[in-house]
Structure formats: C-alpha cells, structure tokens
C-alpha cells in the first residue's frame, strides 16, 4: 500500500509477459495465476512483504496502472 520502491513489475498476462514501468498508459490488466517479478524492490514504508526478493506467486488478480502512473496490484493469495 502507497509504496514505490521498485522500478518495474513483470507480470503474466493471458497474451505473455509485459514489464510495468513509470509513464504506462493507464489500463487494467486482469492477471491469471503465476509469478509477479518486482524489480528493484526497496524496503521502506507501505511494503509489507517477507522476501527481499521481489518474486511472488499469486492464484490470480487484477493490476491497475492509475492516469498519475501510481500501480495498484491486488492479488487474490500470494
């Protein structure tokens, strides 16, 4: 939640994997069951995960790039 600390976010999509950056054009991606790469991971506020390593596995979500290019990814169980 409000976190930033990153500089890309790969993610499986039903057409492949796309990377997910700064300056994206705002959508919504619907993400079907994989791995999620967060590059660059950084620790400070909002990021609440247990690894260090930017990789998770997830049973499915939705990822939203806003028009102010902040990313919010909601996953249904990582």
Known sequence: ??????????VQTAEGQIAIGN????????????QIMVKNLANGDGNFAK???????????????HDNNSIEINLVEA
């Open 51 to 65: 690894n260090d390593t930017g990789n998770f596995m997830h049973t499915g979500g939705w990822l939203f790039v």
């Open 1 to 10: 939640q409000d976190f930033n600390g990153f500089s890309r976010v790969y």
């Open 23 to 34: 300056r994206s054009i705002p959508r919504v991606y619907l993400l079907p069951p994989g």
